[in-house]
Structures are given as structure tokens and as C-alpha cells.
Nanobody, 117 residues
Framework: QVQLVESGGGLVQPGGSLRLSCAAS????????MRWYRQAPGKEREFVAS??????????DSVRGRFTISSISRDNAKSTMSLQMNSLKPEDTGVYYC????????WGKGTLVTVSS
């Protein structure tokens, strides 16, 4: 059974940084693509960033230049995928979810990020 477990969330002031991790059971090489999504209070879940086994990385416009997702193609022997978040804004607040796809879709349970002064 594939499991994804997020960690690294917390309370941070605007302009601060956090690093989220997504720990997979086994190595991340099994995934064709891994993504981060987030869901703000009262809003729908939205795409944040993605990394493919082919080396393609993509970001939502709202986070491009501030967030960095680790490369699953380069780090495929590892069991953890990360999201480095810099210059955080209050609108980045939400529950961040890790997603992975093999032949099925897998989701973690999320980690809460709160950006507030």
C-alpha cells in the first residue's frame, strides 16, 4: 500500500520561509508525477507545483519564483519529495497536500501552513 505523509507545516510570518516534505513508502521513483496542492479555508483545492519522472517541473502562477519543488527525476532514489516555500504571503495559508501518481492516484492527509503576523 503506497502512503504519502506530509510534514513541515506551521505558523510563519509574512516574508518567511517553510520547507514541506512528502515522505513516500518506498522510493519516489515509483511515481510518474508528484504534485503539491493546497486548500485555503472556504476554497477549493488548487494546484501548486508538479515534478515528473521525465524531469518536467511546473508551478502555479501565484507561487512561481517563490516556491521550489524537488526534482523526482534527479532524486528518484530518495523517499522524500519537498517544497521549499520562500517569501510567504498570507494568501499562501492553507492545508498543503502531496499527490503521487503511478497506476493510481495517491494523496497524503495534508499539513497546515499559516502565514500571519
Amino acid at each position: 500500500q503506497v502512503q504519502l505523509v506530509e510534514s513541515g507545516g506551521g505558523l510563519v510570518q509574512p516574508g518567511g520561509s517553510l520547507r514541506l516534505s512528502c515522505a513516500a513508502s518506498g522510493t519516489i521513483s515509483r511515481f510518474n508525477v508528484m504534485r503539491w496542492y493546497r486548500q485555503a479555508p472556504g476554497k477549493e483545492r488548487e494546484f501548486v507545483a508538479s515534478s515528473t519522472s521525465g524531469g518536467r517541473i511546473n508551478y502555479a502562477d501565484s507561487v512561481r519564483g517563490r516556491f521550489t519543488i524537488s526534482s523526482i527525476s534527479r532524486d528518484n532514489a530518495k523517499s522524500t519529495m519537498s517544497l521549499q516555500m520562500n517569501s510567504l504571503k498570507p494568501e499562501d495559508t492553507g492545508v498543503y497536500y502531496c499527490y503521487g501518481h503511478t497506476y493510481e492516484d495517491y494523496w497524503g492527509k495534508g499539513t497546515l501552513v499559516t502565514v500571519s503576523s
